[in-house]
């Protein structure tokens, strides 16, 4: 699987739209941009993937640049229960290929 | 909504002990994942499962974990003797097939003293 640069952390301005980048320059043409998060203490929560079109849903939102080297995933209106380690993975979905994790950037949504 | 089932959520277990966790995946889901995670650290596979079959276990160290899925459905993890080092927290997850979105339960945290 290809590996994903991410800030180790940033912080959120509650009410405002959040943008969380993630870096994936080596990524293949069949694996997908995969996000999950988690809040502390719990285990990890999927929020969307998607390979190359723009995806939404109830959640957030997750944008993939054309070339697909880069991608953001939008969170429209941070709340304080946003506050999580969120982890940006690229992974071919199917196989046995496993979803790898990194160490994800520490997301802080103040108030 | 359907959620991975861990026990229990928290261990404490004093070294050279033997501990195991249960995991119930969601209802349908064929295969079946354990991770640990160090506090600070990303979550890493220990071992998949694939119904009652194992299709990962590179990163399991052996000599000390096991792990079953008799009939395909719930499945343990064991360690024995267990060691400071394994303090962590031990997920499990599940997915329709390989390669579907993996959903994960909420944890079980050990502490080995």
């Known amino acids: 699987d290809a590996k994903t640069t991410q800030p180790t952390s940033m912080d959120c301005a509650e009410g405002r739209a959040a943008n969380l980048p993630c870096n994936h320059s080596t990524i293949s043409g069949n694996e997908y941009v995969y996000w999950y998060r988690q809040i502390h203490s719990q285990g990890p929560q999927y929020i969307i993937h998607g390979l190359k079109n723009n995806e939404t849903n109830e959640m957030a939102s997750l944008i993939i640049t054309e070339d697909r080297k880069s991608s953001t995933l939008i969170l429209p209106h941070a709340t304080l229960r946003d506050t999580a380690v969120y982890y940006c993975i690229v992974r071919v979905p199917y196989g046995n290929n496993r979803l790898a994790f990194g160490k994800g950037n520490q997301v802080v949504v103040i108030p | 909504e359907a959620e991975v089932a861990q026990s229990p959520r928290y261990k404490i277990t004093e070294k050279s002990q033997a501990v195991a966790f249960w995991c119930d995946p969601i209802s349908g889901h064929a295969t079946l994942y354990w991770y640990r995670q160090i506090l600070g650290q990303g979550p890493e596979l220990l071992v998949q499962f694939q119904d009652e079959s194992v299709v990962d276990d590179s990163q399991l160290p052996k000599d000390r974990f096991s792990a079953e899925r008799l009939k395909g459905v719930d499945s343990t993890l064991k360690i024995q003797p267990a060691e400071l080092g394994d303090s962590a927290m031990y997920l499990c997850?599940?997915?329709?097939?390989?390669?579907?979105?993996?959903?994960f339960g909420e944890g079980s945290w050990l502490t080995v003293v």
């Open positions: 997850a599940s997915s329709p097939e390989t390669g579907n979105t993996i959903y």
